[in-house]
């Protein structure tokens, strides 16, 4: 079972950047598709980005695509989410998600706890 542990998160001004990285353990990244998510206040989460495990297909929501890049360190075992020109509502806790290859099902079992992303002036 992969354990996910995210890193990365803080307050940051609009327009800035932040890389948030998701470290994991007891299976490879490579063997993983991973995933972002977010969840604001009073909110639901929603997806952000999603790394297929074979590398070849990479998925962006919408209101994060141009900004935001996903990529992987097979070598560290670690999935990045550079943020770039950040915005006001972009504050959520981001979360880290891993569903292995073999999986049957489309929904992510595995979770991080989550790291806080803050943007305001």
């Known amino acids: 079972q992969v354990m996910l542990v995210e890193s990365g998160g803080g307050l940051v001004q609009p327009g800035g950047s932040l890389r948030l990285s998701c470290a994991a353990s007891g299976g490879s990244v490579s063997s993983y598709t991973m995933a972002w998510f977010r969840q604001a206040p009073g909110e639901g989460r929603k997806f952000v980005a999603r790394l297929s495990w074979s590398g070849t297909s990479i998925d962006y929501a919408d209101s994060v695509k141009g900004r935001f890049t996903i990529s992987r360190d097979s070598a560290k075992n670690t999935v990045y989410l550079q943020m770039n020109s950040l915005k006001p509502e972009d504050t959520a806790v981001y979360y880290c998600?891993?569903?292995?290859?073999?999986?049957?099902?489309?929904?992510?079992?595995?979770w991080g706890q989550g790291t806080q992303v803050t943007v305001s002036s």
């Open positions: 998600a891993a569903r292995h290859k073999d999986a049957t099902m489309a929904a992510f079992p595995y």
